[in-house]
C-alpha cells in the first residue's frame, strides 16, 4: 500500500490549535454521547482501561468516564489537551504524547480507541506501524475500535469549496481527492490557514494492514452513517 501523497512537513503538528474546536464546534458532545452509547456493548466485559487516542477535547473521553469506565487520552496537541482538561470529569486523564510512539506499558490496555478519523495522518508504512503498536497495548481480550470515513461516500458527498462565519470570522474550505487521500485547506479571515490530509481506507486493505504486520486481531467491520467502525479484539 503505497502512499505518495503523505506530506512534510506533518500536517497535524499545524492544524490542531484551539481553532481547530472552533471549526468542528458542530461535531458536539451530543454526538459524542452518541457515539460512546454505540460503543458501550464492544467495552462491555473489557479486561483493564480505556484509551481514546487523539481525544482532542476530550468530548467522547467525558462521555466514557460519566460511564464509569476506566478511560484516559493521549492526543499531541497542546491547545486540544488544554481544553479537555477542563472539563471536570479529565484531571488527570491525559496524556500528550505521539500516538505512533504511545507511553504505555503493552499489554495494559481493555481496549484502544480512535475516534472521529483519529487514523491515517501519516505514510502507509508510518500508519501500519502506528497500528501495530496501539494493537500491541491490548491486554487478552482487548478491543480496538477505529471510526473511519466510507471512501466512496466521501467522495460522493465531497464538496469542493464552502464558507461560512465561525466565531465572527469568514472561513473558507476547500477539499479534493489526491489518490488514496481526502486533503482539506482551512483559510481563516484573519489569515489564519492550515491543511489536513487523511488516508481513505476502504475495509479490505484495513485488513491487509493487520495481516501483514501479523497483528494477532479478530476484524468486525460495521457501517456508522458515512463511516466504518472497524472492531478488533485480541484473542484470549
Known sequence: MTDPQASEPAWWKDAFTADY????????DAEAEAMVERLMPMLAGIPGPVLDVGCG??????ALRRRGLAAFGLDYSKDLLAAATVRPELP???????????????????????LFTAFGYF?????????KSLAELLLPGGVLILDLPDPEAVKAGLVAE???MVDGRLVRESRRIVGNRVEKTVRMEDGREWRESVRLFH???MQTMVSSRCISLTTTVMNHQRSFLYHFKRPL
Open 123 to 131: 505514510t502507509d508504512e508510518e500508519n501500519a506501524a502506528c497500528l
Open 57 to 62: 477535547g476530550g468530548r467522547h473521553l467525558a
Open 203 to 205: 475495509p479490505e486493505e
Open 162 to 164: 464552502s464558507q461560512r
Open 21 to 28: 474546536l472552533k471549526i468542528y464546534a458542530h461535531r458536539d
Open 92 to 114: 488527570g486523564r491525559l496524556v500528550r504524547a505521539d500516538m505512533r510512539a504511545p507511553p504505555i506499558a503493552p499489554g495494559s490496555c481493555g481496549a484502544v480507541l480512535l
